[in-house]
Each structure stands twice: as structure tokens, then as C-alpha cells.
């Protein structure tokens, strides 16, 4: 579908706002890059040790002050 009113070159405020950002702060995107990295990308889980770690949990009581004498 052709809109028949297309406006070239036109920019958004957001997109103004954005462009104006990463102008007064060049880091802007290294940042954000950082910070991805620190919250979301993780190294690979290793199942061995996961298995090894579930495996070696000890079951405890739902009330854990409470004694079965």
C-alpha cells in the first residue's frame, strides 16, 4: 500500500532526541553494550557441574527450626 502524502526526510522527535544523545554522550553505545553484556549475556551452562550441583543439594525441612524428635 502507497501512501499518496509521503514526507522525505522526515525525523521524528524521538529519533531527533536519540540522534542528539548520542552526540553529547559518544560512549552512549559502549555503554550500553557494557551493560548488556554484564545482565544478559552469560557464558554457556556446563551440565556436568549442573548435574553435580543438584545432585549434591541436601534436603531440608520446610520449617527449618523445626526439630522431628
Known sequence: ?????QIYGYES???KFVAELKEKNPKL?????????LL??????DLDSQHR?????VEQQPYV????H
Open 29 to 37: 553505545e559502549e555503554q550500553q553494550l557494557a551493560g548488556r553484556a
Open 40 to 45: 544478559w549475556d552469560k557464558t554457556p551452562i
Open 1 to 5: 500500500m502507497k501512501f499518496s502524502k
Open 65 to 68: 527450626y523445626q526439630n522431628n
Open 53 to 57: 550441583t543438584e545432585e549434591s543439594r
Open 13 to 15: 522527535d524521538i529519533t
